[in-house]
DNA sequence: GGTAGGATGGGCT
DNA sequence: GCCCATCCTACCC
């Protein structure tokens, strides 16, 4: 019989009046939260807040384009895109309709798929899913998720199986020039 | 322990 | 043509 760690069931899916917050709220509230894809799966423990105004970081910055079309979406959604050629980056769509504003998530502790999520990753260095390029790899996350409705679908986020309190500590953000100095990457106490 | 540079392609000016 | 919301390897203390 298979592991029964296959079989774990977690919480309900995050209802989209979720996303449909400012997006520190919700970059906040989904640390502690599961990324489920599939059979694998894992608590997400770093995120980061890109923000519709007054964020020179934020790809949504440049305006409405064809890449930025979801950021400007309905919340709840999938944004993804390819960073320096080869990597990946998840994020998820925070604010009302209309209202740009997303979160990305940098790093999960793996929780269910652990095969699976090895096997993805070509020869391993480093952690499984620590940092957003190798978070979307061992998930199995590309571009073809762009758009996608994390309220339903193969691509969710979950309520853990149980919950419990989360202490948060903030930073400023990784890996950006502009508007570095701004305190919106959040990180669950313990998760690095 | 640390840092520097290359891989690699799409989006925007 | 330049700029990346990165990762890995090589090399140097």
């Known amino acids: 019989?298979?592991?029964?760690?296959?079989?774990?069931?977690f919480g309900p899916i995050l209802p989209r009046s979720?996303?449909?917050?400012?997006?520190?709220?919700?970059?906040?509230?989904?640390?502690?939260?599961?990324?489920?894809?599939?059979?694998?799966?894992?608590?997400?423990?770093e995120t980061e807040a890109y923000l519709g105004s007054?964020?020179?970081?934020?790809?949504?910055?440049?305006?409405?384009t064809p890449r930025t079309r979801v950021i400007f979406g309905p919340p709840g959604h999938a944004y993804v895109y390819l960073i320096y050629g080869m990597y990946h980056c998840l994020n998820l769509v925070a604010e009302p309709d209309g209202t740009p504003g997303c979160v990305l998530l940098r790093a999960l502790h793996p929780v269910s798929g652990l095969e699976e999520m090895r096997g993805r990753r070509a020869r391993s260095a480093g952690d499984l899913a620590?940092?957003?390029?190798?978070?979307?790899?061992?998930m199995g996350i590309t571009r073809a998720?762009?758009?996608?409705?994390?309220?339903?679908?193969?691509?969710?986020?979950?309520?853990?199986?149980?919950?419990?309190?989360?202490?948060?500590?903030?930073?400023?953000?990784?890996?950006?020039?502009?508007?570095?100095?701004?305190?919106?990457?959040?990180?669950?106490?313990?998760?690095?």
Do not use: W
Request: charged fraction near 20%; avoid cysteine.
């Open 54 to 64: 007054g964020d020179r970081a934020a790809h949504s910055a440049v305006g409405l």
């Open 18 to 45: 979720f996303y449909e917050r400012g997006t520190v709220e919700v970059a906040r509230g989904l640390l502690g939260k599961l990324l489920v894809h599939g059979g694998a799966a894992g608590i997400i423990v």
């Open 1 to 9: 019989m298979m592991a029964g760690t296959a079989t774990m069931r």
């Open 145 to 192: 998720h762009n758009g996608a409705d994390v309220t339903r679908g193969r691509l969710v986020v979950r309520e853990p199986a149980q919950a419990h309190p989360v202490e948060i500590a903030v930073t400023a953000r990784i890996g950006i020039r502009r508007s570095a100095d701004l305190p919106l990457r959040f990180l669950l106490a313990g998760g690095r």
């Open 130 to 138: 620590s940092g957003p390029g190798r978070l979307t790899r061992a």
